[in-house]
């Protein structure tokens, strides 16, 4: 045999081993596709983390982690094109969009891809169940408290939020809204969007600072927002004039809080959320639980979900950080 044919002959053989190998994969993993608003987002990195926890435990379950590069709707529809085209067994979306995305979704449903959402909902039509954080109520009860607790003689706040048609913080803003009428002396300015993109979260914070010269707070609702606003009170020597608040990661917020641009600020555990929207996931698309108002689905190690009438549900309650406890956390997410 001449040299040339046996080359041949060998990554004939090489093929044929790797045909074989991905036929055995195939008979093996549920492929779980977690979809997030953007990817490069440290919330998102950290429920990625999350779900590859839960696919470790149940045993059978792969993590195919995807997004857009921006917080788009359009960019999500592509991503969920090619997971149909690949034929995933499940999708758990973080939707930029709560109406855009279900043509999309439905379409998923209907070669079989059990959809839910998760973090921020799609409408009911688009996903069997949305599985949120938090209660949005208290997200929003929160939110105002936080602010208002440093603002002992009320004052103007202003909101930096991330898409305008995100739809997990648009829902946290209505409910700030509405808990507002509790504290009279405590006005919103206005409501901006910094997409969740770090550099125009940053020069929708510089605008906030240079167009309020009275202002008190920043509430971000936002990991992303929270910090390019801190970032851009400190640079603009506005410590201890401005409190940025809102949702953020400690690992992200740690160093400022202890410049003092945030006294404190809330969030749930992103791995848990990561890790009880696979879970339901598995369970959903192995018929192990059927998704119904009433419903209590396994979240595994984070206890049941009981879904509403519009087959919502709660995970736990935000955990306030402060001076006191951020550096500890830090160290998880
Ligand atoms: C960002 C995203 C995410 C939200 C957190 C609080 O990371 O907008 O959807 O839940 O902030």
């Known amino acids: 045999m001449s040299i040339w044919k ?10 044929a081993l790797a045909t074989s190998t991905v036929t055995v994969a195939q008979a093996a993993p549920m492929r779980i596709a977690v979809v997030v608003k953007a990817l490069g987002i440290g919330f998102f990195d950290a429920v990625h983390k999350g779900a590859e926890e839960a696919a470790k435990q149940i045993g059978d379950v792969q993590i195919i982690y995807t997004g857009p590069t921006k917080t788009t709707a359009e960019g999500q529809i592509q991503v969920i094109d090619s997971l149909i085209a690949q034929r995933v067994d499940a999708i758990a979306i973080s939707a930029n969009d709560k109406d855009a995305l279900v043509p999309a979704l439905k379409k998923a449903m209907q070669r079989g891809i059990t959809v839910i959402s998760f973090d921020s909902g799609v409408a009911p039509e688009g996903r069997l169940m949305q599985l949120n ?18 603002m002992p003689n ?23 809204k509405g808990e507002m009428k509790n ?34 707070a920043i509430i971000a609702p936002t990991t992303v927002g929270i ?32 410049s003092g641009a945030s006294k404190s600020f809330a969030i749930w555990n992103p791995i848990d959320l990561g890790y009880a929207a696979t879970e339901i996931a598995y369970n959903l698309a192995t018929k192990k639980a059927v ?9 595994g190690r984070m206890g049941t979900v009981t879904l509403d009438e519009h087959n ?12 006191s406890n951020v550096d500890q956390f830090a160290k998880i997410f």
Do not use: C
């Open 227 to 258: 910090q390019a606003a801190a970032q851009a009170v400190e640079d603009a020597h506005m410590v201890g004039k401005i409190n940025v608040t809102g949702l953020g990661l400690p690992s992200e917020m740690a160093g400022h809080v202890h």
């Open 154 to 176: 009320g004052g103007e706040v202003a909101v930096l939020s991330a898409s305008a048609t995100a739809t997990n913080q648009n829902a946290w803003i209505a409910a700030m």
């Open 312 to 323: 919502d549900g709660a995970m736990a309650n935000p955990f306030v950080y402060d001076a």
């Open 6 to 15: 046996k080359a041949i002959s060998t990554a004939a053989l090489a093929t």
């Open 291 to 299: 998704a119904k108002p009433g419903a209590k689905i396994s979240m």
């Open 133 to 150: 954080a938090s209660s949005t109520p208290l997200i929003g009860q929160t939110l105002i408290k936080l602010a208002a607790d440093h």
């Open 183 to 216: 504290y009279p002396n405590i006005k919103l300015a206005t409501v901006v969007y910094g997409d969740d993109m770090a550099d125009k979260s940053y020069r929708e914070a510089q605008g906030l600072i240079k167009t309020y010269p009275n202002l008190k």
